[in-house]
């Protein structure tokens, strides 16, 4: 299942490079514009140079350092296990109020009272915030 969601998640990525979603592109024009310019052909973006190859073999974007190269695309094997269990739905706190505690296991627990409390303190901030 969480690997499905992941194989969605790259081609919804590999689509948005492909579409040039999210690339700022900048005129090649210096400050000022000229009159009676308003909204040109020349100003639209002009269409990605990378080829498809490349798109779907690396992860166009990711690269922050100066003089590095942007990732390549592994395998899902070569990925770590805990990646795959990012998207999973975690239970919402009426969801654990409704479970018994003592047979919750710990990552459950942990997330009960961290939920708990946050509620608590929304509760005891808003009677304040009326008195």
Same mark, same amino acid.
């Given at each position: 299942?969480?690997? !499905? ?54 992860? +166009? ?51 009960? +009272? ?9 509760? !005891? !901030? ?6």
């Amino acid at each position: 299942m969480a690997l !499905n969601q992941i194989r969605s998640l790259k081609s919804v990525i590999i689509a948005k490079d492909a579409v040039g979603v999210g690339q700022r592109t900048f005129s090649a024009a210096s400050g000022k514009a000229k009159k009676g310019s308003k909204g040109a052909a020349s100003d639209a973006p002009k269409a990605s140079t990378l080829s498809k190859e490349v798109k779907s073999t690396t992860v +166009v974007g990711a690269n922050i350092l100066k003089d590095g190269a942007d990732p390549k695309i592994l395998p899902d094997s070569e990925y770590p296990d805990w990646l795959w269990h990012l998207l999973d739905k975690r239970p919402a706190l009426s969801e654990l109020r409704r479970k018994n505690i003592e047979t919750l296991p710990y990552e459950d627990l942990k997330r009960f +009272v961290k939920l708990d409390n946050r509620a608590r303190i929304k509760e !005891n !901030n808003s009677v304040k915030a009326k008195n």
